[in-house]
C-alpha cells in the first residue's frame, strides 16, 4: 500500500502583526522524533488560524523544557510538547517528585510509538517466526554468558534504557547497558556492528527497518504495531508486563488562562481527528492518539502508574 502523501497545510491568508503567536517548547534537538511531532502539531495549528513557534530546548531528558514551561507567565502563552521521559519517568526519579509537571494542564496526548528491541539488518525484512527464534537465542547466549552481550538504549534513564532493563529483569538475564545521547549515533552504531541490540522507539527506527536495515526482534504492547505488524511483542516471545510504549502530548502552562486553554484543547481535539494529520503522523512511525479533556489526564495519571511499577521492578538494576 502506497504512502499517504506528505501533509500540508492549506493556504490561508496571513496573520494579523497583531496576533501573539504560541510557543511550543521541546525538549530535545531539532531533528529527532518529538521535535517532528511538536512540527506537525505546530503546522496545524497555524493552519487553523493558530500561529505556533516551535522553540526547542534540550537537555537534561526534557526536564530543562518542562521547567521552563512550568515557569512561564502569561506574558507568552507557553505549551510544552510532553513525552515519556519529561512528564512519566523524570519527575519520579527527581528529589521532588512530580512538582513541576502538576503544574503543566494537560490538552492532548496526540500519539504513541512503542519501543522495540533491534539487531543490524541484512537487507531483508524477517518474518515473525525468524524474529522470535532470534530473541530467543540472543537471551539462550546472555544466561550463558552474563554480561558479555550489551544492548544499547536512547540514553541513561530514558524510557528505553528502562525497557531494557525490564526486559532483561522479565528473560532473567543481565546484559550490560551502553547508553546513547539519543537516536541518530545508537542507530549508526547498530548498523555498524559496534553494539548488539538496540532498545529504540518504533518511530526511530522505522524508516531503517523498511530499508531492512536493522531488524526488528520484538515490540512492546499488548498487540503489534498496525505500522509494523510483522514485528511479534515481547508476550509473544513469552516475556510478559513489556507494555510500555513512548507517548507525546501537548501540556500548557500555568499562565496560559482557563478558558484559552479548553479552547485549545477543543481546537487540538478537531485537528487531531483529521486524516491529513493522522496519516501524517503515521508516516513518521507514530500512532496518532486523539485524547482531550479528561481522557488526556486520565490518560497520563495511567502513564505515571505504568512507569512507576516499571521502575520499582528495575530499581536495583539501575546506574
Known amino acids: 500500500m502506497p504512502f499517504a502523501r506528505p501533509w500540508r497545510p492549506a493556504a490561508a491568508a496571513p496573520f494579523p502583526s497583531h496576533v501573539t503567536p ?13 521535535d517532528h511531532v511538536a512540527r506537525i502539531v505546530a503546522d496545524g495549528l497555524g493552519a487553523d488560524g493558530e500561529p505556533t513557534v516551535v522553540d526547542n530546548r534540550p537537555g537534561a531528558s526534557g526536564q530543562i523544557a518542562m521547567h521552563e514551561a512550568a515557569r512561564a507567565g502569561a506574558d ?28 503543566l494542564h494537560p490538552l492532548a496526548i496526540v500519539a504513541s510509538t512503542p519501543h522495540v528491541l533491534l ?19 540472543l537471551l539462550d547466549d546472555a544466561r550463558e554468558r552474563p554480561g558479555d552481550i550489551a544492548y544499547a538504549s536512547l540514553g541513561m534513564h530514558s524510557s528505553a534504557h528502562l525497557v531494557g532493563e525490564l526486559m532483561c529483569r522479565q528473560a532473567g538475564v543481565f546484559m550490560a547497558h551502553v547508553p546513547y545521547p539519543g537516536s541518530a549515533r545508537a542507530l549508526v552504531d547498530l548498523q555498524g556492528g559496534h553494539v548488539a541490540v538496540l532498545v529504540s522507539t518504533l518511530q526511530a527506527a522505522l524508516p531503517l527497518m523498511r ?51 479548553i479552547a485549545l484543547s477543543a481546537r487540538l481535539a478537531r ?16 500512532e496518532p492518539l486523539s485524547l482531550t479533556g479528561r481522557q488526556a489526564i486520565d490518560y497520563l495519571e495511567q502513564q505515571r502508574e505504568v ?8 530499581s536495583g538494576r539501575l546506574g
Open 211 to 261: 530499508q531492512g536495515r536493522v531488524r526488528a526482534l520484538a515490540v512492546t504492547g499488548r498487540a503489534r504495531s498496525p505500522l509494523a505488524p510483522a514485528v511479534p511483542t515481547f508476550a509473544e516471545a513469552g516475556i510478559a508486563g513489556m507494555q510500555q510504549d513512548a507517548w507525546y502530548g501537548v501540556l500548557a502552562s500555568p499562565g496560559v488562562p482557563e478558558v484559552r486553554r
Open 271 to 286: 485537528l487531531l481527528r483529521e486524516p491529513s494529520l493522522r496519516q501524517r503522523l503515521a508516516q513518521d512511525g507514530a
Open 22 to 34: 504560541l510557543h511550543l517548547l521541546v525538549g530535545y534537538a531539532a531533528g529527532g522524533g518529538a
Open 119 to 137: 539487531m543490524a539488518g541484512d537487507g531483508t525484512r524477517s518474518q515473525p517466526e525468524q524474529a522470535r527464534a532470534t530473541l530467543q537465542r
Open 307 to 314: 512507569w512507576r511499577q516499571a521502575l520499582a521492578v528495575v
Open 76 to 103: 507568552r502563552q507557553t505549551l510544552l510538547l510532553g513525552t515519556v521521559g519529561s512528564v512519566s519517568i523524570g519527575p519520579l526519579l527527581a528529589s521532588s517528585p512530580e512538582a513541576p509537571a502538576r503544574q
